[in-house]
């Protein structure tokens, strides 16, 4: 995926409402997506083989999960594995194609018909990326799509809302192209009562041209609405292995900054390898020094 501007002064558009804390005392989580880079590395896929897979996830200490899901038969066999080594669920991460009228209602109805099912296992967040019109191609979504996409948004939010879960969006870096207008209009054009934001903080980075400004700024803009972070970190503009309170972002300062707007967001780790990450160390080595560093890192952030 290109990586692309971002005017991290735009101006917000209107008042952000306030919302009551959601923080609840959710453990830190991992990603799937990250696991399956380390996987890949050496050849081997993550997903094949669940309780081998879990099996080993524990063994870092980690003691919840945020796996991506394309539909409810996925997520039953994933809970029951889950259960067997005693790994909570806090959040999943669902894609979606919300853009296209035609498309709505089947993304709607597959993205309810999970979130039915995984709330009997304690799920609490739903995460959504909207689908671009392709990954990787340089087309944007027009006015019209924008608008049908928020609608989407709005309509599932308040679903959620009605079944006790809460929707969080997401975004990678093309949605801050152009102005940032596709991820400005999902946030400007919902209400805060119906969709959060799950702020992935290193594709905020990258998408305006490796900014710690843009990601700073769109923290005073929009944390309010933060229920959940993605962290990730990087050095000289490459993922790393391992997190770091220390690299390209200064998380650390970030954490701070949380603290201030009283912002406690459940974190979950996708620190993922990409073609020159380091290669010193497998999956498991790798997580069990990132829980302790996203421990030390946001400590404040993380009390009750």
């Not at 959040?91 to 853009?99: C, K, P, Q, T």
Request: glycine share 6%; net charge neutral; charged share 25%.
């Amino acid at each position: 995926m290109k990586r692309r501007n971002f005017i991290a002064t735009v101006p917000v558009l209107g008042m952000i409402q306030k919302f009551e804390s959601v923080k609840e005392n959710f453990p830190i989580s991992s990603n799937s997506y990250n696991w399956g880079t380390f996987y890949g590395r050496e050849s081997k896929h993550w997903g094949g083989n669940l309780d081998a897979d879990m099996a080993e996830y524990v063994k870092t200490g980690l003691q919840a999960y945020e796996p991506s899901l394309a539909n409810a038969e996925e997520a039953t066999k994933l809970i029951a594995v889950l259960k067997k080594y005693n790994i909570k669920m806090p959040s999943v991460y669902i894609g979606s194609v919300l853009h296209e009228k035609e498309e709505v209602e089947k993304s709607i109805k597959n993205m309810l018909e999970i979130a039915e099912l995984v709330k009997k296992y304690g799920t609490k967040i739903i995460v959504t990326n909207p689908n671009p019109i392709a990954w990787g191609s340089d087309k944007l979504k027009s006015d019209e799509q924008l608008q049908i996409q928020a609608k989407a948004l709005e309509k599932i939010g308040e679903s959620m809302k009605r079944n006790g879960l809460k929707l969080a969006y997401h975004t990678h870096d093309v949605e801050l192209r152009a102005g940032a207008r596709e991820f400005h209009h999902m946030l400007q054009n919902t209400s805060p009562d119906h969709l959060y934001f799950c702020m992935d903080v290193h594709w905020v980075y990258r998408g305006s041209q490796n900014s710690q400004l843009a990601v700073f700024d769109v923290l005073k803009m929009y944390g309010d609405r933060i229920i959940e972070l993605h962290i990730r970190q990087s050095k000289n503009g490459i993922w790393q292995e391992v997190f770091s309170g220390e690299g390209d972002i200064n998380y650390k300062q970030f954490a701070v900054e949380l603290m201030k707007k009283k912002v406690k967001p459940h974190i979950v780790i996708e620190q993922c390898l990409e073609k020159n990450s380091p290669n010193t160390m497998n999956a498991v080595q790798a997580h069990t020094i990132d829980l302790k560093e996203i421990e030390d890192t946001f400590k404040l952030v993380l009390q009750p």
